[in-house]
């Protein structure tokens, strides 16, 4: 029961910690994108951000989801850099990227993934195909 608790908190938290990130910086697709990753982490058997950094979870998370939306690519919207999500959270860079790519490889988190792609990236998938 105790661990459930403990669960529920750092999920909240890191929903929290996100959300400011993405109100900041990025947008709501970001956003819900972001919580629907957390709830599905917080799922797992073994709930990852259990241990370590909640802060380090918190950028690796938005770093693993920007990854597969080219979030660091100057000719996207939304733009931002693996470096200045680490500055926000203040973290390593080298530790977020390792983190989030834990993350990606936990989902097999590909480019245009139905599940964790924004409404851009689904969009433009389309013309790919078509």
């Known amino acids: 029961m105790r661990n459930k608790i403990l669960i529920e908190e750092k999920t909240q938290r890191l929903i929290d910690m996100t959300a400011g990130f993405c109100d900041e910086y990025l947008d709501e697709d970001y956003k819900q994108l972001c919580e629907k990753l957390i709830r599905k982490m917080s799922r797992k058997r073994n709930v990852p951000f259990l241990s370590g950094r909640i802060d380090i979870w ?3 998370i938005i770093h693993a989801i920007g ?6 690519d100057q000719n996207f ?6 470096g200045d ?5 203040e973290t390593s860079k080298s530790t977020v990227s390792q983190k989030a790519k834990v993350i990606r490889d936990m989902f097999k988190m590909r480019y245009y993934d139905e599940e964790f792609s924004t409404t851009r990236m689904k969009e433009s998938r389309y013309f790919l195909f078509y």
């Not at 990854?67 to 660091?72: E, K, M, Q």
């Open 77 to 82: 919207k939304p733009y931002v850099s693996a």
């Open 58 to 60: 918190a950028a690796a």
């Open 67 to 72: 990854n597969i939306n080219f979030l660091f």
């Open 85 to 89: 999500i680490s500055n926000y959270f």
